[in-house]
């Protein structure tokens, strides 16, 4: 589904005893979005459920951190992420979101759950948005989606391993310095 929606440059915030949450199906179509979720992104339930989480993507987010959130997921294991996400009206927001998958009885994955809460504003500010930024502007050196994404991949994959640590160390390592 293509959006072409504006980007305003102004940022929307929820309160640090808020949590938005949403569900997802195994394809990533929203099948529970609460009340903190809709009055924030500025959506009515009706135009969510069933819609793709990335109904919500701001142009800005790197692709990379989105597969490397998918491939994760599609582990098992949780992730933890900061995600800058564009609002209906194009405003945006920042998050912290933790991501699990859910699991059936039978133990296989059958939903996606998320909850995302207020982000340590100095650490966007000095990390996680200059970070964004050069994967971005890799992501937009190449001539289509796929390898933008590869190279931005690449990126993120050196950085990691200059710091000898996976992504959710790099992250809680970021909490530490803050």
Request: glycine share 8%.
């Amino acid at each position: 589904m293509s959006r072409q929606l504006p980007v305003t440059g102004v940022e929307r915030m929820f309160g640090p005893d808020e949590i938005i949450v949403s569900k997802t199906d195994l394809k990533g179509r929203i099948t529970y979005a609460n009340d903190v979720f809709q009055t924030i992104a500025g959506y009515e339930e009706d135009e969510l459920l069933g819609q793709p989480h990335s109904i919500i993507r701001h142009p800005d987010m790197p692709r990379c951190v989105f597969k490397l959130l998918w491939d994760t997921l599609a582990t098992g294991h949780e992730i933890f992420a900061y995600v800058i996400n564009r609002c209906k009206n194009g405003d945006h927001y920042w998050v912290y979101a933790n991501v699990t998958a859910s699991r059936g009885r039978d133990g296989d994955i059958i939903s996606y759950h998320s909850s995302r809460t207020v982000p340590n504003r100095e650490i966007i500010t000095r990390h996680i948005a200059p970070l964004y930024k050069t994967l971005r502007d890799a992501e937009n050196r190449h001539p289509n989606a796929k390898q933008g994404m590869a190279a931005s991949g690449r990126l993120l994959g050196e950085l990691l391993a200059q710091n000898n640590m996976g992504y959710d160390e790099f992250l809680f390592s970021l909490s530490k310095a803050a």
